[in-house]
């Protein structure tokens, strides 16, 4: 089975511009999940999405968004980049909604702001 | 206080020797518990995952989980180098968020 893809896998913005990121997860899972991972923050959780709805949303601006396809596929938006925006992005897929199941994360997308 | 705690490290141990690592948690009501190992530059992978107390083995890791007292460790028996790597602990709080520490990093030397 194939696993989590993440596209693009590198990718270089300027301020004030917005990216958007992709995400495709394991055959028949319908959970995605987003992540930020930085040094000095460690991996913190965006939002989860599940059937298209999305379940749970961590502690950041409303400048992230995000969406999940009814393919399971999903996208998250960043609009008016900041420099903070740098980091690492990580998409995870599952079974099942996250409280109730196992995460598999994808190889990331790095994101740098200049 | 954040919500799962560990050690930064860096963890060192001897090739062969055993590696314990620990975390903690604030949210009582936590129902699932997992280790992910991460390599530098590299997504983390799920070692193990635990959600009764007591111990949990898989080959050489071993996890134990102790809801009392809010508290999950990973034993990694007979280190090989190839464990150096930063072992992220995460767990699934009341609102079904997955919460990970900040990671320990293990550095096994030869």
């Known amino acids: 089975k194939a696993g989590v893809t993440q596209t693009p896998r590198y990718l270089i913005k300027t301020r004030g511009q917005q990216v958007t990121l992709s995400c495709s997860p394991i055959s028949g899972h319908r959970s995605v999940s987003w992540y930020q991972q930085t040094p000095g923050q460690g991996l913190q959780f965006l939002f989860e999405y599940f059937s298209e709805t999305q379940r749970n949303k961590g502690n950041f601006p409303g400048r992230f968004s995000g969406r999940q396809f009814s393919n399971s596929r999903s996208e998250m938006n960043v609009s008016t980049l900041e420099l903070g925006d740098s980091a690492l992005y990580l998409c995870?897929?599952?079974?099942?909604?996250?409280?109730?199941?196992?995460?598999?994360f994808g190889p990331g997308t790095r994101l740098l702001v200049l | 206080q954040k919500e799962v705690e560990q050690n930064s490290g860096p963890l060192s141990v001897p090739e062969g020797a055993i590696a314990s690592l620990n975390c903690t948690y604030s949210d009582r009501v936590s129902q699932s518990f997992f280790w992910y190992r991460q390599y530098s530059g590299k997504s983390p992978e799920l070692i193990m995952s635990?959600?009764?107390?007591g111990d949990k083995e898989d080959g050489r890791f071993t996890a134990q989980l102790n809801k009392a007292s809010q508290y999950v460790s990973l034993l990694i028996r007979d280190s090989q180098p190839s464990d150096s790597a930063t072992y992220l602990c995460?767990?699934?709080?009341?609102?079904?968020?997955?919460?990970f520490g900040a990671g320990t990093q293990v550095v096994v030397t030869p």
């Open positions: 995870a897929s599952s079974l099942f909604e996250t409280a109730g199941g196992t995460q598999y």
């Open positions: 635990i959600y009764s107390n």
């Open positions: 995460a767990v699934t709080g009341r609102w079904g968020k997955l919460q």
